[in-house]
């Protein structure tokens, strides 16, 4: 059970972890209250836990493990389906910062019904919708991480309180 600060703040949710499999834990109990259209922008530092996270996210919402898939089209873009929404997968650290390729159609994505996390969000800020969750990760000793949550506009604020929802967290 990860220890969870309480917030204030209904738009914030502050999480300590203290391994791999607590943050996957967190990542679950997200994956299971997302709705369609759901963005989570992950940001964090080489190795601070965000494929763990959105590998946690894929089981919460029922993915199968073998339903993994590859986007034939876009190697940044994984697509996970065989669970309740599918989700997507985008892994931004390849992508020079700034030089976003139109042709990778993101706002398709972003703007559908499925949930779509994006691993070093913050390569394409100006390009995320406003309406998202912002998930920061630290690194704090080799098995702990900081994980905050932060609910940006009125749907996510609603993800983050079913989150907060003593039911979504207890299992985790
Ligand atoms: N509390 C923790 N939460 C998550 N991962 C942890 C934790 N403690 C140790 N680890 C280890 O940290 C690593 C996290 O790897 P992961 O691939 O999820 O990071 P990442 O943020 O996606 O890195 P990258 O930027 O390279 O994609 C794993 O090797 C995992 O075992
Ligand atoms: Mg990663």
Do not use: N
Not at 19 to 39: C, D, F, H, P, Y
């Amino acid at each position: 059970m990860p220890v969870v600060f309480t917030c204030e703040k209904a738009d914030l949710l502050e999480v300590k972890t203290r391994s791999e499999r607590e943050t996957m834990s967190l990542g679950e109990s997200l994956g299971r209250v997302a709705k369609a259209g759901t963005v989570v922008g992950l940001r964090g530092e080489l190795g601070s836990g965000k494929t763990r996270f959105v590998q946690g996210m894929a089981r919460g919402l029922g993915i199968p493990e073998r339903e993994a898939v590859t986007s034939p089209t876009f190697s940044l873009i994984h697509e996970y389906v065989g669970g309740r929404l599918p989700l997507y997968h985008i892994d931004l650290y390849r992508m020079k910062e700034g030089e976003l390729d139109p042709e990778l159609g993101l706002d398709e994505y972003l703007e559908g019904q499925g949930v779509c996390a994006l691993e070093w969000a913050e390569k394409i800020e100006g390009f995320l919708p406003e309406d998202r969750m912002d998930v920061t990760l630290s690194i704090e000793g080799p098995k702990s991480r900081r994980i905050v949550l932060r609910a940006l506009g009125p749907m996510h604020r609603e993800v983050l309180e079913r989150l907060k929802g003593k039911e979504a967290l207890s299992s985790a």
